[in-house]
Every structure is written in structure tokens, then in C-alpha cells.
């Protein structure tokens, strides 16, 4: 996982250094997409070809929903708190 | 919305192609996906650093404003927390790396996958794209009930891009530049979190 972190870290560091070369950042947004299609193509393959998923796949999405029911309720309040607190005042 | 169709429509055709055994085994026995995934996450850190709106937003930082990325980030981990106390067919671990995703679904299911496995990479797909749904429909509840910072957490990650279109329209363009701020703070952490939870 290491080398991920290390990868795109270098890649911000390129990223910043080439932000002005429009064609090289258009390749590589392009590219993006690219890696981006291939994986999920790949990770679709790989559970097309896994039975567990495949027979729980109903329960599966149920509970990813449920996740995030949760993960954005949360966040909502957090943030309407944070809201509340120190944005809310400046704009009367 | 298009982009995450196509994304949606690739997932969708490896399954099918993988369910009805179309493709030769020798394809299936080699694990591309690892060297694929460096090539993105190389990708995604080259966009990050080149954009321009990025850059811009470095320089509006203080202290105010990281504490948007940080109630979203707390907020979310408390939310998961409290569904893992109601059920146990996952750990409190897998539902924070899946929580960590905010919304940016082809990023964490990935990296997800590589670390978990697919079942939890896949929990993390549909979990994750549920969050920018969520987002894109109820925006203009949450901007009226919750305050102007509702639907820039509801987002997470894709409030720099995806859903900023509709989150400025009901909090009013002044707010942009936050919800883009802790879109890109959350996409940079995305997977530094990942890892380190997993």
C-alpha cells in the first residue's frame, strides 16, 4: 500500500510542477478515465466470476445503502454543528 | 452524472462477461489490477497537483475552513460507528475503510478490493455511488434544514466536482470555494486513510 501512497504523492508533485502544460494534462485526465474503466471492468470480472457475492449480491447493496445512510446522517449533523458554531454568525 | 454512467456501464459489462464465462481463463488468472492501480493513483495525484481550482483554494486556507473536511470526516466515522453497534455481519474497521471512500466510489473500491477483497470492495462501489446519489437528490432538503454546510458534507469527495454544480445552486456560489476545499482535502486523505485503517 506503501507504493500507492508514494505514487500519487509523486504524481501531485508532477501535477503541480506541469500545471501549466494544457496537452499533458488532457493525456493524462484522459488516461485517468482510462485506469479508472479498466479497473472496474476488472473488479465487474472478478465478481461476476465469485459465487458468494453473486448469491448475496441483494444483501450486499442493502447494506452498502444502509452505510451510507448512516456515514452522510452523521456528517450532516457534524457539519450543521460546525455550521452553527462558526459560519452561521458571520452572515447576519 | 454521464461519467459515472460509463464508469457504472464497464463495472457492469465485466460482470456480465465474468457471471457468463465469456472471456478465456488465462485472462482471469493473471492479476493486472495491481499495476493498473499504481498507474491511477499516479494519475489521480497528477490531477490533484495540476488543478487549477486546487491551487486557488490553497491559498484561501485558515482555519475555518478545514474544519469542513474534519466534521465530514468525524461526522462520518460516528455515523458508521453507531451502524456498526446495530449489526454484525461487518467490523467496525470495514465499515470506517468503506466509510472512507466519501463518495468517491472508483478510487476506494479499488484500493478497497486490492487490500479486502472484493466482497468488501464491492460494499465500498455501491456504497460509495449511493453517497453522490444521495447527494445529487437531496441536496435542497439538506441546504433547508441543515444549513449551508449539509450538503457540502453529504458529498465528501465529489463536492469539487461531480456534485458541486448542484450544491452551489442551493447554497449560493460564495460557498464554492469551501465545498471544493474539502472535496480536495478528502480526495488527497481518501487513500492514506484507506491504508491505514485496513
Given at each position: ?52 457475492i ?13 452505510i451510507?445512510?448512516?456515514a ?21 | 452524472?454521464?461519467?459515472s ?34 498507474m ?18 490553497i ?29 454484525d ?5 470495514e ?42 437528490l ?61
Amino acid at each position: 500500500m506503501i507504493t500507492v501512497l508514494i505514487l500519487m504523492t509523486a504524481g501531485i508533485i508532477l501535477g503541480w510542477l506541469l500545471h501549466k502544460k494544457e496537452r499533458f494534462l488532457k493525456v493524462s485526465s484522459e488516461l485517468t478515465n482510462w485506469a479508472i474503466y479498466l479497473l472496474l471492468f476488472l473488479l465487474g470480472l472478478s465478481v461476476g466470476t465469485n459465487e458468494k457475492i453473486l448469491n448475496n449480491f441483494g444483501q450486499i447493496g442493502y447494506q452498502a445503502i444502509l452505510i451510507t445512510i448512516f456515514a452522510v446522517s452523521g456528517s450532516i449533523l457534524v457539519s450543521w454543528l460546525t455550521y452553527i458554531i462558526f459560519f452561521r454568525k458571520n452572515e447576519r | 452524472m454521464k461519467g459515472s454512467l460509463i464508469i457504472l456501464a464497464f463495472f457492469v459489462v465485466g460482470l456480465l462477461l465474468g457471471m457468463y464465462d465469456l472471456l478465456p481463463d488465462q485472462l482471469l488468472e493473471n492479476d493486472y489490477s495491481l499495476y493498473a492501480l499504481y498507474m491511477l493513483m499516479f494519475l489521480v495525484g497528477i490531477g490533484i497537483g495540476s488543478n487549477k481550482k486546487s491551487l486557488e483554494v490553497i491559498k484561501s486556507v485558515n482555519l475555518k475552513i478545514i474544519l469542513v473536511p474534519l466534521s465530514v470526516i468525524t461526522g462520518t466515522y460516528i455515523g458508521v460507528s453507531i451502524f456498526a453497534l446495530i449489526q454484525d455481519n461487518l467490523s467496525l474497521i470495514e465499515l470506517i475503510a468503506v466509510g472512507s471512500g466519501f463518495g468517491y466510489y472508483s478510487l476506494s473500491s479499488v484500493l478497497i478490493t486490492e487490500i479486502s477483497g472484493e466482497t468488501l470492495g464491492v460494499i465500498a462501489l455501491l456504497s460509495n455511488i449511493s453517497r453522490e446519489i444521495i447527494t445529487l437528490l437531496f441536496t435542497p432538503l439538506f441546504a433547508r434544514y441543515f444549513g449551508k454546510l449539509a450538503p457540502i458534507s453529504s458529498g465528501g469527495a465529489t463536492s469539487m466536482d461531480t456534485t458541486l454544480p448542484v450544491i452551489t445552486k442551493y447554497i449560493g456560489s460564495d460557498y464554492a470555494i469551501i465545498s471544493v476545499f474539502s472535496g480536495v482535502v478528502l480526495t488527497i486523505l481518501i487513500p492514506f486513510l484507506i491504508a491505514i485503517i485496513l
